[in-house]
């Protein structure tokens, strides 16, 4: 075929295929627009993943009779009348595309009243040809309806995964929203579910409540407005105790606006370093304010990054001030640290895997900081020393007397590596024991999730989840790994499943996903254990190839030696 020119309504879609790449993308703009017209109420209605609907009502000023129309002509903008050169923006929108490209890809109705009129404005769009224009009834603030979205855009409709799987964007979208701006009260209601609803009190921590509930948040930080220069930093941020496998907990609201910056998400973890363990992450919600001149916003096509002028600057500000709270937050050290030096290595092995022949990796972690991978191929098995159990310490130690002094035991971390072995042992030998529930447990999968099970439904099997599709993101939960009884099988498997979500692969994953359930089928500190509990334990721990730590690297037992005893009671 020969080169031609194309039609006019076929070049309109494809431009506008790289605004509105998604439904998730069309409720974002849209949402931005209601914010832009100072909305204080936006709710969100979505079907079918926004394929069938998206309507977004807003209580912001409206659009003015004579200029509706206009607002649909490409690069059309009401925001951008002193900045001709793109600097300086202070609003979400500033390109005028959002509204031409939305409506020449789907069927739109929009309805629109400024506070002046006493009527408002009806326009129906499809595919980008005006069908009517009409006066009517209105309240004040604009109502935009998108439905048939990408109908006739197939190439756009298979980009998208399913409606399920979009629908998780945008719910995911419009919590960021509800947690960049707890001042507005949003609403979010999917395919007729109860609504989700945001306080609008300007309230950061009732909205991360709505997510982690009350008591998670109400762990959080505080980060009180603080200035450096130009610059000010508020937010939260999760404490040290409080984290996930991975980093999609951090938001970065810059000048309000909702942005991914990897490099300042890196200056909090690196904030964080010596808080947290190996592959857990924090969570934080940062408001960061810059002179607007300083930042440049037409960088990405959905305005999802900005370049600063000065990054550094930033980003040693963010990392000092989280670091500080941190520090200011964290426990005293009270306790010495006794360790013998023949314990020292197996403090700093963070990270071993098996592998099927039964051979070990190891990754030493040199200085605790930088990871210096270091194999060691064939680990043979550590001997623990004959220790007697002398009794539970806080219900978390175990205290035994050994051939040469004190062995205190964690007893999580004892059962973390005693679990973990065993479920490593099972999944390589393809045959996991599974505990059939007496009573099947019902689990309701959240819609971002439900691709994973379907997508792992194998793996999930070889790990011993006897799962039965019970509809419309409903899960049966028949029978568990056997190492979790005890253990709540929702929790286990959603968090397995956001693991399986973060998309990483590889055998280093699959360690992770052991040690999650491992953590999972492991008792915790806090619980009394009967003598015959911690001496089952103790002896499976023995038949253990790494006994001293725990999957994470922390240490499962701390040794006093009879000599530090003696030489701290001053006996020698
Ligand atoms: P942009 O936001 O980049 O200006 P849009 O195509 O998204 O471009 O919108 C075009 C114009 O329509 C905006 O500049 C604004 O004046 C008006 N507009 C769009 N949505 C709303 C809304 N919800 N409330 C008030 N005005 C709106
Ligand atoms: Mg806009």
Redesign the pocket.
């Known amino acids: 075929m020969g080169i031609r020119i194309l039609d006019p309504d076929v070049a309109a879609k494809i431009a506008a295929g790289e605004v509105v790449e998604r439904a998730a993308s069309v409720v974002k703009?849209l949402v931005e627009?209601?914010l832009?017209?100072g909305a204080t109420e936006i709710s969100v209605v979505v079907h079918g993943g926004g394929l069938d609907l998206i309507r977004v009502v807003?209580n912001?000023?409206?659009?003015s009779a004579d200029e509706v129309e206009l607002?649909f002509e490409r690069h059309?903008?009401?925001?951008l009348s002193f900045a001709d050169d793109l600097t300086g923006i202070t609003t979400l929108?500033?390109?005028?595309?959002?509204?031409?490209s939305i409506s020449s890809v789907s069927h739109l109705s929009i309805i629109?009243r400024t506070k002046d009129a006493q009527f408002g404005t009806f326009l129906e769009w499809q595919g980008g040809e005006l069908l009517r224009k009409e006066i009517r009834g209105s309240p004040i603030g604009?109502t935009i309806d998108v439905s048939r979205l990408f109908g006739d855009v197939p190439a756009r409709l298979k980009f998208i995964k399913s409606r399920n799987s979009e629908s998780g964007r945008v719910q995911q979208v419009v919590h960021q929203y509800m947690l960049g701006y707890p001042d507005v009260r949003f609403r979010l209601i999917l395919d007729s579910k109860s609504p989700q609803v945001s306080g609008g009190l300007g309230k950061l921590r009732d909205v991360l409540a709505l997510y982690y509930g009350s008591e998670t948040a109400s762990k959080f930080l505080e980060i009180k407005s603080v200035g450096e220069g130009p610059i000010t930093i508020s937010g939260l941020i999760s404490p040290p105790t409080v984290t996930r496998g991975n980093r999609s907990g951090i938001s970065l609201v810059i000048n309000q606006r909702l942005v991914q910056n990897r490099s300042l998400s890196f200056a909090i973890e690196e904030a964080y370093r010596g808080f947290l363990q190996i592959r857990r992450y924090p969570m934080a919600v940062i408001f960061i304010t810059v002179p607007y001149d300083d930042i440049d916003v037409n960088v990405h096509p959905s305005k999802a990054e900005v370049r600063f002028r000065d990054e550094r600057i930033i980003f040693s500000a963010l990392q000092r001030v989280v670091r500080e709270l941190l520090l200011a937050a964290s426990p005293l050290n009270t306790i010495d640290n006794p360790w013998p030096t023949e314990n020292q290595d197996a403090r700093h092995i963070s990270k071993e895997f098996s592998r099927a022949d039964g051979s070990f990796n190891l990754v030493m972690d040199v200085d605790a900081r930088n990871l210096t991978p270091v194999q060691v191929p064939l680990i043979p098995k550590e001997q623990l020393p004959l220790l007697q159990i002398l009794g539970q310490l806080h219900e978390t130690y175990i205290v035994t007397e050994g051939p040469d002094g004190v062995y205190l035991i964690d007893q999580h971390a004892a059962h973390e590596r005693v679990t973990y072995e065993r479920l490593n042992r099972d999944f390589h030998a393809g045959d996991p024991s599974v505990q059939w529930l007496l009573e099947a447990t019902l689990v309701d999968v959240p819609l971002g999730l439900m691709e994973t099970i379907s997508e792992n439904a194998k793996l999930l099997e070889r790990f011993g989840f006897q799962l039965e599709d019970f509809g419309r993101g409903s899960y049966l939960v028949r029978g568990v790994p056997a190492v979790l009884v005890g253990a709540s099988p929702r929790n286990a498997l959603l968090e397995l499943l956001e693991e399986l979500n973060s998309g990483l692969g590889g055998t280093e994953f699959q360690e992770r996903l052991v040690s999650t359930l491992a953590c999972h089928g492991s008792v915790r500190a806090g619980q009394n254990l009967a003598m015959t509990e911690m001496q089952s334990l103790l002896r499976s721990l023995e038949e253990c190839i790494q006994p001293h730590t725990c999957p994470h690297g922390r240490p499962t037992m701390i040794h006093w030696s009879k000599a530090y005893l003696d030489r701290e009671f001053g006996r020698r």
């Open positions: 703009e627009n209601s832009d017209a807003d912001g000023t409206g659009i607002a059309a903008t009401s925001k929108g500033f390109r005028g595309e959002a509204l031409p629109t604009t």
